[in-house]
C-alpha cells in the first residue's frame, strides 16, 4: 500500500509516494531525516540511516523515480540524465531499488544546489 511522505528542500515542499517495498517501508520507519544532499546530474541523492538488500534493481529509471542505492545507503531523487546516462535515458550509477515516485512538477529540482539541507517526513 502506498504511503505519502515530504521531501523539503531549499524552500520547496514536495509531494511523494512511497511503493509497498520492504526498502520502502524501512525508510517510513526511519523518518524523519535529514541530510546534506548530493547532485550527480539530474540526481538528487543523500546518506539515510539504514541498510536494505536490494529486491529487484534497475539500472535505468524514470523522471520522477525515487530509489535506494545500498552501495552508499542513500536515498535518489532522479528527475533528468546523469552522468552515466546514454542518450535521453536516466541511469543510475549503479542499480537502485525502486522505492516510489514523486507527485508533481520535476522542474524546480534543477535549482537545488550541491550540499543543500534536506528533509524526509
Not at 62 to 75: I, K, Q, R, T, V
Amino acid at each position: 500500500m502506498p504511503s505519502s511522505i515530504t521531501i523539503q528542500v531549499q524552500g520547496l515542499v514536495l509531494t511523494a509516494e512511497l511503493n509497498g517495498s520492504a526498502v520502502a517501508q524501512k525508510i517510513l520507519e526511519a523518518l524523519p531525516v535529514s541530510a546534506k544532499c548530493n547532485r550527480w546530474g539530474d540526481e538528487i541523492y543523500f546518506r539515510v540511516p539504514l541498510t536494505a538488500e536490494m529486491e529487484d534493481g534497475r539500472d535505468v529509471v524514470e523522471a520522477g523515480d525515487l530509489g535506494y542505492w545500498p552501495p552508499g545507503n542513500a536515498f535518489c531523487i532522479f528527475f533528468g540524465p546523469t552522468p552515466a546516462s546514454q542518450g535521453n535515458e536516466i541511469r543510475a550509477a549503479s542499480a537502485v531499488q525502486l522505492i516510489g515516485r514523486l507527485v508533481g512538477s520535476l522542474e524546480e529540482l534543477k535549482n537545488i544546489r550541491n550540499g543543500a539541507e534536506i528533509v524526509l517526513k
